[in-house]
């Protein structure tokens, strides 16, 4: 099973940057997606790779703006997001499953995922 650690919340400014880590335990190909949850909403999927090809998808409201990337030595996939927005203000998690169709299939269902990280908060405000 999977250990996930995030890192680098924080606050920053509206047009900010953030770059957030996510720290796996584990070893082999995985499919590893970041979400972001707000009080009284449901968790939305943002971002997603598939570690066995690379392949990255990422949703409407963060396109040109977040990319993630890969750290194989060290383990880590990172979300480095600039132009930050005041909706963005979120809590962030990363989350992974070693089945990998799920990044075809179901990437950003909250159900697909059984290795979750404890969250990181980023707040954006001026």
């Known amino acids: 099973q999977l250990q996930l650690r995030e890192s680098g919340g924080g606050l920053v400014q509206p047009g900010g940057s953030l770059r957030l880590s996510c720290v796996i335990s584990g070893s082999g190909y995985y499919t590893i997606a970041w979400f972001r949850q707000v009080p009284g909403k449901e968790r939305e999927g943002i971002a997603c790779?598939?570690?066995?090809?690379?392949?990255?998808f990422y949703e409407d409201s963060v396109k040109g703006r977040f990319t993630l990337s890969r750290d194989s030595d060290e383990n880590t996939v990172d979300l480095q997001m600039n132009n930050l927005k005041p909706e963005d203000t979120a809590v962030y998690y990363c989350?992974?499953?070693?089945?990998?169709?799920?990044?075809?299939?179901?990437?950003?269902?909250?159900?697909?995922?059984?290795?979750w990280g404890q969250g990181t908060q980023v707040t954006v405000s001026s």
């Open positions: 790779m598939s570690t066995s090809d690379g392949s990255k």
């Open positions: 989350a992974a499953t070693d089945q990998l169709e799920i990044y075809r299939r179901s990437r950003f269902q909250t159900t697909s995922y059984d290795n």
